[in-house]
């Protein structure tokens, strides 16, 4: 975890100059409800000027380096691309909050984009449980969201009313937050406050050349529900001069990768 930071933290340096307050959380999960295989996934909550934005912190790095390479093509001349490319983060949520309002970012397939906004209203009921998390003296608040029921630990020692995914409104920054069933956590692991070499990143590096198509979202959880059934879309068909066989097995293999993830965040 100790190199992760410090990697990560040498590669946002290269970025443009800003002010953002950056949270760490480290993501447990079961991602797939047959299974019991619990997985860790490190996760940014980056805050700036009332607006905040999570996502994974590889997909963080991965989207410096390619804006840091954009900028400084001479300082990427040795760099190794092919790894690089071979490497590319699996998750690619982005949470954007800013008054209320959630926009969810996602690619879906290979390279297109498709986002959806929503307003959410928590109903957090605030306990008389207090515990001491990760160095915080924290509080407990419970709410149902996304077909779960949902444990969280908030600090006032930190007045930040936000938190990792899609989570806000406590009168404190959330340090730990799970479901009723503990197949989602999140834990507070560190932050930092970036006074330069930052940027607040809300558009991935391929949303400069593709279009991000904004929808509704039920047709984006068609779109998703579509994609798990046939994540070709049709290519295999389009393309009678490619061996079938390959694209058989090619198919077959990303459909059993894309089924494997079958326990979301949000049921309903």
């Not at 406050?193 to 959880?221: G, P």
């Not at 994540?231 to 295999?236: I, S």
């Not at 068909?237 to 079938?244: L, M, S």
Request: contains cysteine; proline residues 4%.
């Amino acid at each position: 975890m100790k190199k992760t930071f410090i990697f990560s933290f040498l590669l946002l340096n290269i970025l443009i100059f800003s002010q953002i307050n950056r949270f760490y959380y480290e993501l447990n999960y079961k991602p797939n409800k047959d299974s019991s295989k619990i997985e860790k996934l490190l996760t940014v909550l980056d805050i700036k000027d009332g607006k905040s934005l999570y996502l994974n912190q590889e997909l963080a790095v991965h989207d410096s380096i390619i804006t840091a390479s954009n900028e400084n093509p001479s300082k990427f001349e040795l760099f190794d691309w092919k790894t690089f490319s071979n490497n590319s983060p699996k998750n690619s949520v982005k949470i954007i909050k800013e008054n209320g309002i959630v926009t969810q970012k996602e690619v879906i397939g290979e390279v297109q984009n498709f986002n959806y906004v929503e307003k959410i209203n928590f109903n957090w009921i605030l306990s008389n449980e207090y515990q001491k998390i990760e160095n915080y003296n924290t509080q407990k608040a419970t709410t149902d969201f996304g077909g779960r029921k949902w444990n969280a630990w908030f600090t006032t020692e930190i007045p930040i009313n936000d938190g990792p995914y899609k989570f806000f409104g406590l009168p404190g920054l959330i340090v730990k937050i799970e479901d009723s069933e503990k197949e989602y956590s999140w834990t507070l692991k560190g932050n930092y406050f970036c006074k330069e070499n930052c940027s607040f990143q809300q558009e991935s590096h391929n949303e400069k050349y593709i279009k991000t198509i904004k929808v509704s979202k039920e047709n984006f959880l068609k779109l998703k529900t579509n994609y798990k059934k046939d994540p070709l879309q049709g290519a295999d068909v389009a393309n009678p001069e490619i061996n079938p066989t390959f694209i058989k097995e090619y198919k077959e293999r990303l459909l059993k990768k894309i089924n494997y993830y079958n326990n979301p965040i949000e049921r309903d």
